[in-house]
């Protein structure tokens, strides 16, 4: 259900921006970005096996364009995430739940794929991205046939991130792009002895970009 929460109000948010906006071409390097993302991910424990499990969330951010020809973009914003796993505890199944909140720098590049621009093919580029980004978790659910147990605050970490897809202009003020995005922490989140990070987190994504 948070799941579906999350990714509805991403979309509720950018269908509302997009409507109070108008078809007119506007010369805004702002632009306002939504990506829902879905894929797997691992989870590196101090002193135990390594957990493999779901990762789903999305990105809100703002992007501005850099240079003459706008071809680059730095965006900011905040991120959720949530990783989902089954486990083993104390020799009783568990399931695991991590809700995670990041604060996303990216670079974003766009190359155009066809070089002829009275045809509608350069209206599709191709895009790589790569970024940083401090990440703290928030949220850690556990729950087993004896009892479920829950925790806040579990620490800050860092890591880096990095895209690839195709972007499609379907009009001067809207975008959107399809592909790939990973993620693997660089530090580990301590507390209470116990050492954890995301690692090898590889989602597909789907990203909604409005002109400002």
Known sequence: MKKT???FAL?????????QTNTDEKDSRFEFVATP??????INYSGAPTLNGNVNGGDILIAYKLGKSRKWDVATGISLTEFNANSIVNGTAASLKNSYIRIPVQFTAEYSIFKDASSA????????????????L????????NGDSEENNLGWNFGLSSQLGIKLHLTDIFNVT??????SDLTRMKK???????????MFFLRMGFKL
């Not at 979309?11 to 409507?19: D, P, Q």
């Not at 928030?138 to 046939?145: A, D, K, R």
């Not at 399809?178 to 993620?183: P, Q, Y």
């Open 178 to 183: 399809v592909g790939l995005d990973g993620m």
């Open 192 to 202: 209470d002895g116990l050492e954890q990070k995301m690692e090898n987190a590889n």
């Open 11 to 19: 979309l509720i948010t950018s269908i509302t921006t997009f409507a």
């Open 37 to 42: 993302k879905i894929g797997i991910a691992k």
């Open 138 to 145: 928030y949220n850690q659910e556990i729950e087993t046939f």
């Open 5 to 7: 929460i999350i990714l």
């Open 121 to 136: 093919n350069s209206k599709v580029a191709f895009i790589i991205g790569l970024g940083a980004y401090a990440n703290h």
